[in-house]
Structures are given as C-alpha cells and as structure tokens.
C-alpha cells in the first residue's frame, strides 16, 4: 500500500481546528491541486472562493446551521459551479451558448466538475498532514451565500470545505459493505444477500455510534437513512436555480 492510498483510507472529518490560518503556499498548492482534476471536455466549469474575512465566515457558519467550524479554521473554500466565464468567453466570438448552459446536461457537467475538483484540494489537504470537513449546509440558504460572497448570474455555491490543522482526531466511521457499493456486470441481482449486506452494517453503524456516544445512540444506518429522506429539505432549490440562469431544459 502506497502513502497516497493510506491517505485516502485515513480519511475522516475534523470539526475542530486550531486557530492557525493556512499560508499563502498551501492555499496556492490546494487550488493548483483542484485545478489538477479531471474535467468534462476542458469545460472547467467551477470556481473556488477563498473565504478570509472573519465576518464572512461568521455569517456563512450563521448560514450553514450554526456550524463553528465554518468560522474556525485554517481556511474555507467554497465551491460553486460556474458558467459565467463560459458566457464571457463566448462573448468574444459573438456566440449565444445559452441553450447549451441552461440544459440538464451541462448542470450535471457543473456539479460533477466542482465535485471532482474538491476531492482533489480534500487529499491534497490531507496529505500535507491538515485536515478537511465539507460543509453542505451551505445549501440551506443559497440565495444569501450567493448574495454575500457576489455570485452573478449562472455561478452558484454548492458545499465549502473547511480546512486547517487539526487538534482532534475522531474514530474513522464505517463505511457501508463493499458488496453493497462495488457490482460486477450488473446490480445486485440477489435482493437477500442485498439486504443482509444492509444488515450488517446496520449493526457496525449501531456499534460505532453506541461506543462513540457511551450509548446514548444506538442507531442502525438503514434507520437513519430511512428517517432522514423520509421528508424533503431544501425545497427551495429549484427556485433559485432558474432565478441564477439555471432553469434545466
């Protein structure tokens, strides 16, 4: 096993950072390290914002649910799908790619771009000894983020990564059963190895939150999952994705 795969396999989120802000250096090497990830067709539709001013960061951990950890850290980057830059570029040629930006298609090309991108700054983070946690909660309240951090039209933020130097180190937390994510040729046919699969895990999930709470929780993941989609949040979404320029023809 080589360092870059004990890295990955070491993963786990920090929640509590000290207060040491990241240099200049390794802020420029994360993002170079972002950059350095597969995107679909040269598209490279995100942008990454650097967030440094402690009142933004403190509104943005208001935002995010009163997360602490928004606001304390190394440094907080927010990743934001972004074809605005498209639009400017196509400017310049005279060419109206609106068809094409506001098509299901290129949002998923906007996300899954984003995404890979940060997963990129995630390991880099980690294999320089700092540590990371993404912040989805950023989505609770979109239309502020945008307004604060200035987003125009066709850019919206989707999750931050918080990142700095750990002073905890938490138990990593199970992660489902290889046979229940990893199929060969085709999904799992078999629903009863399927759900014996969830099972288990069920009882490795109850285990670890029992050992990690002294038993003051118990759950299984399939009770947790269950509850927790059982009600849509963020119903909001659709809205504010056609008032950025993203009405997905």
């Keep these: 096993m080589n360092q ?17 802000p990241l240099t200049e250096e390794q802020i420029y090497t994360i993002v170079r390290s972002a950059q350095a990830a597969s995107t679909s067709s040269y598209i490279q539709a995100y942008s990454i914002i650097g967030v ?16 602490s950890y928004v606001e304390e850290n190394g440094h907080f980057f ?12 196509a400017s310049l ?4 790619i609106t068809e094409a930006t506001e098509s299901t298609e290129k949002f998923m090309v906007g996300l899954i771009d984003a995404s890979l ?5 995630a390991i880099a983070a980690e294999s320089m000894g700092l540590g990371i946690c993404y912040i989805g909660g950023l989505r609770n309240s979109l239309a502020e983020v945008s307004d604060l951090l200035n987003l125009p039209s066709k850019v919206i933020p989707l999750f931050g990564l918080c990142v700095g130097y750990p002073i905890q180190t938490p138990d990593k937390k199970p992660r489902l059963p290889i046979r229940n994510i990893y199929h060969v040729d085709e999904y799992e046919p078999n629903k009863e190895e399927f759900i014996k699969g969830l099972k288990e895990y069920d009882a490795t999930i109850s285990s670890y939150y029992h050992d990690r709470t002294k038993g003051q929780r118990n759950a299984g993941w399939t009770s947790l999952m269950a509850n927790k989609l059982g009600k849509p949040v963020r119903t909001y979404m659709k809205q504010f994705l056609q008032n950025k320029g993203f009405p997905l023809k």
């Design 4 to 20: 870059t795969i004990e890295t990955l396999l070491e993963h786990r989120s920090i929640r509590d950072f000290e207060n040491k």
């Design 52 to 67: 440094k001013d402690k009142s933004k960061k403190k509104k943005l951990a208001e935002l995010a649910g009163n997360q």
């Design 78 to 89: 927010v990743f934001c799908a972004d074809y605005n830059r498209h639009h400017e570029a």
């Design 93 to 96: 040629h005279d060419i109206d």
């Design 117 to 121: 991108a940060a997963q990129n700054a």
